[in-house]
């Protein structure tokens, strides 16, 4: 049995989740505000609050776990946001990262033209209004900026448009500081800026987020075998995490989707209620960013095998997806209002792994007003805080603050009663199926880090 299969929670199928009520949940428990709200707001950039980071933290922390931590031919780095400029040129962003777009003329809505439907983009129509829509505009997404003090002495370079290059940058130097051969694969989660034409769809599309990459590095005629590989590897990663599989595919990309270079792609895909949508691209990248880094540079990237004496430029598979959109869709995918057995309300619940919930315990007195019962709860609340994140809640009665915890996700709730002064026993009450049982209140501690410490 897999680590991943030990923790899967199994889930009816449930009505696709309108992401409105996501970015409310997201804002009325701290998971994520508009960026300078106060200001009116910037579209396409987001702020993570207290329960957002710890979700978020927790997301990269299993994907740099089980990418980088349990693989031992591939190591991890974190490089910078701004690179010298010609780093772009050589990558093709300066010249081709490009949105195609389209005003409407009637209803000023501005369009991708790639996102317009096929009879509108003939019929040169607004999909809102019908109105016509203006001549296509070619429009840079790389976001510029100056390094320098002095006026006119400044060079202008990029925010980087996508993380993965940095790998490119600092590969000769990870292959003489580390003992890696190839094949051999780095790993890296930072930022990355673009001027998105339509950002939108709250987390999906930012003009600031976050991406994973793995860039693998091999011999060309083991090209195919690394791609399926890590293709594979990629998909059950996902599936492991989600509850509703069904709602995820690989898609392969059709021939006029292809980077130029690329003899295949395949996009994770997941589905909410905007349709298919990209997870995580997976690439073929062949030689291309080696040899366009040695040519525009002037330094040789090629490898020479230690064994055979070969000399080439190894050829790379990428594996490349958003942090926030997994935050996105494991949010759209966890997301349930199901009735209350008990109470009038429905019940609101976050079916996120354990191992992913941004709390893992709460712990709960029955009463707030009991000295001994406090005393109890809090000591256990300490201990448990030091090995995982925990809240201690006394505030209203406790159907009440279950369902707080349900709302957040939280997987566990241990109530101390007053069966506990009795028999040094604590309920322990599961999120999903509301079940509960009693357990030695010396015991909890265990049971808790293997119900949701993946590498405990
Ligand atoms: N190095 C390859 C690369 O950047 P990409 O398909 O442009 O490929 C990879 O981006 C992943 O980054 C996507 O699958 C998606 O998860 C995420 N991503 C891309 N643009 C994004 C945006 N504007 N907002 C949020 N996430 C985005």
New binding site residues.
Partial sequence: MTLIEKAEVAVQDTPLVPIEKVVSLCKRRGFVYPNSEIYGGVS?IYDFGPLGVELRNNIRRFWWWSMVQTNDNVVGIEGSIITHPRVWEASGHVENFVDILVDCKKCKRRFRLDHLPPENQQQNKCPECGGELTEPRRFNLMMETYIGVVEGDKMKTYLR?????NIYLDYDNVLKSSRQQIPFGICQIGK?F?N?VT?GNF?????E???W?LQFFVHPSEMTKWFEYWKEFRFEWYKGLVNHKDRLRLRPHASDELAHYAKQAF??EYRTILGWQ????I?WRQDWDLSRHSEYSGQDLSYTDQETKERYIPWIV?T???V???FLNLLLDAYEEEPDPVGKEPRTVLRLHPWIAPVKVAVLPLQKNKPELVERAKGLYKQLQRVMVAQYDDISNIGRRYRRQDEIGTPFCITIDFQTLDDGTVTVRERDGMTQIRLPLDEIKRYLLERVNWNY
């Fill in positions: 396409g448009g996508e993380a993965c290059q990355a673009r998105e950002p987390l999906f599309r930012q003009r987020f976050e991406q990459d996009d994770v990209e997870w995580e691209g690439h990428e490349s997806g958003g926030d959109r997994t």
